[in-house]
């Protein structure tokens, strides 16, 4: 069983930058795809940046201030957020799937609250 623990979330101010990172505790080099989502209150999860293959697909929200990467060395996948707005303060979680086994994984999510 994989466990996802996502990191780095925390207060910044419009126009900060956060990294956010997600730690597996095993391999992701078998992951068929990973991604991030976000919920904010009030409102329904959704997909934030995801990589289905080595190509990233984003939300149209985010598009050009946020990018994704793996690090399949480290076991680790990130996103990097800069331009931060008050708009994308939410709750980050990490998610990976697991096609061979056909497995859902979700991290417990990071506070990402965007303030001045």
């Known amino acids: 069983q994989v466990q996802l623990v996502e990191s780095g979330g925390g207060l910044v101010q419009p126009g900060g930058s956060l990294r956010l990172s997600c730690a597996a505790s095993?391999?992701?080099?078998?992951?068929?795809?990973m991604g991030w989502y976000r919920q904010a209150p009030g409102k329904e999860r959704e997909s934030v940046a995801f990589?289905?293959?080595?190509?990233?697909n984003y939300a149209d929200s985010v598009k050009g201030r946020f990018t994704i990467s793996r690090d399949n060395a480290k076991n680790t996948l990130y996103l990097q957020m800069n331009s931060l707005n008050p708009e994308d303060t939410a709750v980050y979680y990490c998610?990976?799937?697991?096609?061979?086994?056909?497995?859902?994984?979700w991290g417990h999510g990071t506070q990402v609250t965007v303030s001045s």
């Open positions: 095993g391999s992701i080099f078998s992951f068929n795809a």
């Open positions: 998610y990976a799937f697991d096609g061979r086994n056909n497995r859902h994984y």
């Open positions: 990589m289905p293959s080595d190509i990233a």
